[in-house]
């Protein structure tokens, strides 16, 4: 699957004052190191940057151009006019672009999906208007009533097209999950050829304590690759992501967790539940595994000390 590098974002500290200094090597090192463990795409979240980002987004695309050239890059910006800008470095460069993102809504759809159409890139479009839908339904309506029919008005193929059906915080919020993989199952049947599918990742995580997020993350990844997930904004430097990553590509059965996460990706595929009896309830990491798919299930309220119950 392909892995969009999230480290380079605007919200980070690092990475503001690098852009406002203008100070490319910590942004390069990012980069470098994303690419190292296994990101397909760099996204340089630069925010909105009303005043400069017409500068910003080109800039950016240069530096990273010569710390991982050859690197797909996706520009992640509500700046329609910066991402125009990046789009055009980005053809110049010869460099293999993606804007992030569209949605359903009318003044965002007609200020930046044609720019994908221009310049024949790949586009992600938020599944939402005003509000996210809170079903599979409703974003499955969106996608296909306003974005689909849109980017088929532009001719961009579906190939290029990057549905998101956003996810959205277990803490409070946790009744999303499954509408979420719900709907990348539906955006893969609406269609022939289908669009593609992506998400953010560690959005289902926000909030929750630190020591605890690369697991839902991991679990919550693994349910959407077996519903049809092709990509996902996250961060490559997770060495458990990127294990549990391989285990399903390569389906390695090898260890007990292996086969563990294996069953949960093939009842899931085939819209069945993991049970107690697929679970060694004596092994630690298993019974850490079945806690968090019933929490993504919405079976079980979710508390900070899930785990400890």
Known sequence: MLIIGENIQIISTL???AVNNRDAKPLQDL???????GAGMIDLNIGRRKKDGTEVMPWMVDIMHEAVPGTPLSLDTTNAAAVEAGLKRCKELGIEAMINSASAEPERLEAVMPLAAEYDCKIIALT??????????????LAMNVIVPKAMELGIPMEHLY???LAM?????????????????MFKMMLDPPPMTTIGLSNVSNTTPHEGRSLINCIFLVMLLAAGLDSA??????????????IIEQRDD???VGKLLLTLYD?????????????????PDQVAIFKTVQILENRVIYAKSYLEV
């Open 233 to 246: 904004i996250a961060d490559p430097l997770d060495e458990k992501q990127n294990e549990i990553i391989r």
């Open 128 to 141: 939402m208007a005003a509000n996210i839908p809170a079903s599979a339904d409703g974003r499955v309506e």
């Open 169 to 185: 915080t277990v803490n409070g919020m946790q009744d999303h999950a499954l509408e979420t993989i719900n709907a990348v199952r």
């Open 254 to 256: 090898s260890t007990p």
């Open 15 to 17: 990475v503001k004052n």
């Open 163 to 165: 549905l998101d059906p």
């Open 31 to 37: 980069a470098r190191k994303q690419v190292e463990m």
């Open 267 to 283: 009842e899931t595929a085939a819209m069945e539940s993991l049970e107690p009896d697929d679970v060694d309830m004596s092994d």
